[in-house]
């Protein structure tokens, strides 16, 4: 089992920066993948940005360039730098960890509102 705990939620103007970030407990060392999903209103969950254990990223199209997932295995975190926010970014973010053959584990979101 693994909890995940996020923080760093916030209302920003837009052009702003908030960084997320997401602490991991429990059986930590079998995780593989860890990463940030997001869901807006209305609209149904969507990836944000995912890191291996060894630190390769992937990243939607949409903020490819203005934000930045990085890991900290030892310190079981991992955070999301979200750079030059648009008022489309605003949404529930969720932390995410994923162990093979078990079902992903979610945290239960933050708040994030950018204001035009």
């Known amino acids: 089992q693994v909890q995940l705990v996020e923080s760093g939620g916030d209302l920003v103007q837009a052009g702003g920066s908030l960084r997320l970030s997401c602490a991991a407990s429990g059986s930590t060392g079998s995780i593989n993948v860890m990463g940030w999903y997001r869901q807006a209103p209305g609209k149904q969950r969507e990836l944000v940005a995912t890191i291996s254990r060894g630190g390769s990223t992937n990243y939607v199209d949409s903020v490819k360039g203005r934000f930045t997932i990085s890991r900290d295995n030892a310190k079981n975190t991992v955070d999301l730098q979200m750079d030059s926010l648009k008022p489309e970014d605003t949404a529930v973010y969720y932390c995410?960890?994923?162990?093979?053959?078990?079902?992903?584990?979610w945290g239960r979101g933050t708040q994030v509102t950018v204001s035009s």
């Open positions: 995410y960890a994923f162990i093979y053959y078990q079902p992903p584990y």
